[in-house]
């Protein structure tokens, strides 16, 4: 989530309500959080010196927090990350929805990182898949093992069109 709201203030300074409304209408595709976590992130970022008040307004002190020089490289850093760790969606997607705020060279790795991450992915389920075939189930564990070929062939057919995605919405050299 940290990532994401470094995005979000590279994008301009906001508030935590104006970050949870981000959340609620485009970010929550890809991420979704209550405002007391972006409030706890939003605490642990300006103690690592990623973000700062940039004013604080109001009877209440309203504050509004803004990506620093630290934050910035940070988040340079995990976009250009090659290895896409955590949930393959959730990686590529929190990836591809900054993609805009990197120069067109950089935006070309990123988009071939994702790609990459998504053929090891697809690579991954085909190796299973061809060793699954040559099993033996007992006939006890037969409508076990079709539910579960059943999801297998659903991991195969997410990569697929997610690859056929990315290579109709991300940038390639």
Request: hydrophobic share 35%; net charge negative; proline share 5%.
């Given at each position: 989530m940290a990532y994401i709201i470094l995005g979000l203030l590279t994008l301009l300074p906001q508030s935590l309500y104006e970050l949870t409304k981000n959340f609620e209408t485009g970010v929550s595709l890809i991420y979704s959080s209550s405002t007391g976590s972006i409030k706890r992130a939003l605490d642990r970022l300006l103690a690592?010196?990623?973000?700062?008040?940039?004013?604080?307004?109001?009877?209440?002190?309203?504050?509004?927090?803004?990506?620093?020089?630290?934050?910035?490289?940070?988040?340079?850093?995990?976009?250009?990350?090659?290895?896409?760790?955590?949930?393959?969606?959730?990686?590529?997607?929190?990836?591809?929805?900054?993609?805009?705020?990197?120069?067109?060279?950089?935006?070309?790795?990123?988009?071939?990182?994702?790609?990459?991450?998504?053929?090891?992915?697809?690579r991954q389920l085909e190796r299973l898949e061809a060793r699954i075939e040559t099993l033996n189930v007992p006939e006890d564990f037969t409508a076990v093992a079709h539910y579960q070929k059943a999801t297998l062939q659903y991991g195969l057919a997410w990569y697929r069109s997610t690859l056929a995605w990315a290579e109709e919405h991300l940038p390639s050299a």
């Open positions: 690592d010196g990623k973000i700062r008040i940039e004013s604080q307004d109001g009877p209440r002190g309203k504050k509004t927090y803004t990506i620093t020089d630290t934050g910035r490289a940070d988040f340079r850093r995990w976009m250009l990350d090659e290895t896409l760790p955590g949930d393959p969606e959730t990686a590529m997607l929190s990836r591809a929805h900054f993609l805009g705020l990197l120069p067109i060279m950089e935006r070309v790795q990123v988009a071939s990182n994702i790609r990459e991450q998504l053929h090891e992915g697809l």
